[in-house]
């Protein structure tokens, strides 16, 4: 098995983890070190609190997903002792030849049944699952109830005025936005969630109220238009009896959360996808209590902009695996694309991973849009629609960077001019284009500029909030 660092390191479900398996690696923990002939398969003890040590194994019959399994009672998946069984395999520790065990070459047998089951044969194919009509009429059914509710909060938080948020005013406000969850309705839950913490905010601070309040009718314009086009959506499907999950945006804004079953069934997949992540970055959604680890990659055939997402609740952290910064070519049998019109999310089962050629290095600013002007184009298009972010993110071609005055700004190869800044509501700790200057070289010619694309009220114009730059050799990171 060809293992490296960055490979352990992105199985572990925390870096945490993956250091404490390290150690246990470095102070000699494991004994009776076994593989098979064909080393797909590694197993080992490991010296615990206890007498008796914990058998832990590690199953590379899938290569780019192996199998761990430990008989400790952690939690964590891989647990540190997995993780400090691929340390050993790393460090070359020497693994004697043995006969597969045979609790291991049971497990195996199920596991290949399981995944035959789920993939069918020509001959005998799976057969859908059928969705519960009569459940689903009456998750709608309540869901109509929930934006009627909505609607009534809105309408007295706009009647009462946004100041009005607080005291037993936000207690009663907060109850009646739990109670949207009941209503399968999280997505304006959270939206209102979002409201109330930026009237708090003015309340504790109230030199941020321009920025905040904006901020809040902002998502206030967004819930209306999502309560409105919901209840159409809604009330077509229960008038036709078709209880299905469709391929609209309004799904997940309603709060429904996409299975990849069910993407599939709806034929949102792309076979033999190959991705190349352009940035990375993680911040604290407050609203959802959640960490999100957003990346961003370029579909390297196409051109087209993913971003991947993983949702880290912070009540169970150390339950949730971490994502981090990928490099090299990443080649996905199967992508699952979410419905939406911008920006839109993906996923994927499993991906092998290796390095980009040269000539496929050299031509991933070649991707970018063919200039300043058409992207403008593309990203006013987007951003209009209600229910979209008021950001895209755009590959810009570049023909130089600079300085005027106090803002950095891209020239594109053209002569057509974008201003480079932060976002502000990304908060501070993504703030990077200062460090376009702090590049330890300067930009080359065929190069690219991948960030977001945003409107700024300030000055009421577009900008870009520069991430990565692309260049015919490498792919410079301005974030993590």
Same mark, same amino acid.
């Given at each position: 098995?060809d293992?490296?660092?960055?490979?352990?390191?992105?199985?572990a479900p925390n870096p945490a983890a993956a250091?404490?398996?390290?150690?246990? !690696?470095?102070?000699?923990?494991?004994s009776?070190?076994?593989?098979t002939?064909?080393? %797909?398969?590694?197993?080992?003890?490991?010296?615990? !609190?206890g007498?008796?040590?914990?058998?832990v194994?590690?199953?590379?019959?899938?290569?780019?997903a192996?199998t761990?399994?430990?008989?400790?009672?952690s939690?964590?998946?891989?647990?540190?002792?997995?993780l400090?069984?691929m340390?050993? *395999?790393?460090?070359?520790?020497?693994?004697?030849?043995?006969?597969?065990?045979?609790?291991?070459a049971?497990?195996r047998?199920k596991q290949?049944?399981?995944?035959?089951?789920r993939?069918?044969? /020509?001959?005998?194919?799976?057969?859908?699952?059928?969705p519960?009509?009569a459940?689903?009429?009456?998750?709608l059914?309540?869901?109509?109830e929930?934006l009627d509710?909505?609607?009534?909060m809105?309408?007295?938080?706009?009647t009462?005025?946004?100041?009005t948020?607080?005291?037993?005013s936000?207690?009663t406000?907060?109850?009646?936005?739990?109670?949207?969850?009941?209503c399968?309705l999280?997505?304006?839950?959270t939206?209102?969630t979002r409201?109330?913490?930026?009237?708090?905010a003015?309340q504790?601070?109230?030199?941020?109220?321009?920025g905040?309040?904006?901020e /809040?009718?902002? *998502?206030l314009?967004?819930?209306?238009s999502t309560?409105?086009?919901?209840r159409?959506?809604?009330?077509?499907?229960?008038?036709?009896?078709?209880?299905?999950?469709?391929?609209?945006?309004?799904?997940?804004?309603?709060?429904?959360?996409w299975t990849?079953?069910?993407?599939?069934?709806i034929?949102?997949?792309?076979e033999n996808?190959?991705?190349?992540?352009?940035s990375f970055?993680?911040s604290?959604?407050?609203a959802?209590?959640?960490?999100v680890?957003?990346?961003?990659?370029?579909?390297?055939? !196409?051109?087209?902009?993913?971003? %991947?997402?993983?949702?880290?609740?912070?009540?169970a952290l150390?339950?949730?695996?971490?994502e981090?910064s990928?490099?090299g070519?990443?080649?996905?049998?199967?992508l699952y694309?979410?419905?939406?019109?911008?920006?839109?999310?993906?996923?994927?089962?499993?991906?092998?991973?290796?390095?980009?050629?040269?000539?496929?290095?050299?031509?991933?600013p070649?991707?970018?849009?063919?200039g300043?002007a058409?992207?403008?184009?593309?990203?006013?298009?987007? *951003?209009?629609?209600?229910?979209?972010?008021?950001f895209?993110?755009v590959?810009?071609?570049v023909?130089s *960077?600079?300085?005027?005055?106090?803002d950095y700004v891209?020239e594109?190869?053209?002569g057509?001019?974008?201003?480079l800044?932060?976002?502000a509501?990304?908060?501070?700790?993504?703030?990077?284009?200062?460090?376009?200057?702090?590049?330890?070289?300067?930009?080359?010619?065929? !190069? /690219?500029?991948?960030?977001?694309m945003f409107?700024?009220?300030?000055?009421k114009?577009?900008c870009?909030?520069?991430?990565?730059?692309v260049?015919?050799?490498e792919?410079l990171?301005l974030q993590y």
């Open positions: 098995m293992l490296t660092e960055q490979f352990i390191l992105l199985q250091e404490n398996g390290r150690k246990l !690696s470095k102070k000699g923990s494991f009776a070190h076994r593989r002939q064909d080393g %797909t398969l590694y197993w080992a003890e490991c010296a615990g !609190s007498k008796t040590p914990y058998r194994s590690i199953d590379f019959t899938n290569r780019d192996p761990c399994r430990c008989s400790c009672p939690r964590q998946f891989p647990c540190k002792h997995a400090g069984l340390f050993e *395999i790393l460090g070359a520790k020497p693994f004697e030849t043995a006969e597969i065990p045979e609790d291991i049971d497990k047998a290949a049944a399981r995944a035959a089951k993939e069918g044969t /020509a001959d005998d194919p799976p057969k859908p699952k059928k519960n009509a459940a689903r009429k009456k998750k059914a309540r869901q109509l929930g509710m909505a609607e009534k809105m309408d007295e938080l706009l009462s005025g946004l100041g948020l607080a005291g037993s936000a207690q406000f907060d109850k009646l936005a739990k109670e949207l969850g009941s399968y999280t997505g304006p839950q939206a209102f409201v109330a913490l930026a009237v708090r003015v504790k601070d109230p030199t941020r109220a321009d905040a309040y904006a /809040a009718l902002r *998502i314009v967004a819930l209306r309560i409105k086009k919901g159409t959506f809604l009330e077509g499907k229960l008038e036709v009896g078709d209880f299905s999950n469709q391929d609209s945006a309004l799904f997940e804004a309603l709060g429904g959360v990849l079953e069910e993407l599939g069934a034929g949102s997949v792309r996808a190959k991705l190349v992540q352009l970055d993680v604290l959604d407050e959802r209590k959640e960490y680890e957003r990346g961003w990659w370029l579909d390297v055939d !196409s051109g087209e902009l993913w971003q %991947t997402l993983n949702l880290r609740p912070l009540k150390k339950y949730v695996k971490g981090d990928r490099f070519l990443l080649d996905t049998p199967a694309i979410y419905p939406g019109e911008g920006d839109r999310r993906v996923r994927w089962e499993g991906a092998s991973t290796r390095p980009l050629t040269a000539q496929e290095q050299a031509a991933l070649r991707l970018a849009q063919p300043v058409e992207a403008v184009k593309l990203v006013k298009g987007k *951003i209009k629609n209600t229910l979209a972010p008021k895209l993110a590959l810009l071609p023909g *960077i600079g300085r005027i005055g106090e891209l594109d190869p053209a057509a001019r974008i201003a800044r932060d976002r509501e990304d908060g501070t700790d993504h703030a990077c284009t200062e460090r376009l200057g702090m590049l330890p070289r300067e930009i080359p010619a065929g !190069s /690219a500029l991948f960030g977001l409107y700024d009220g300030r000055d114009a577009l870009l909030h520069p991430y990565s730059v260049t015919p050799d792919i990171r």
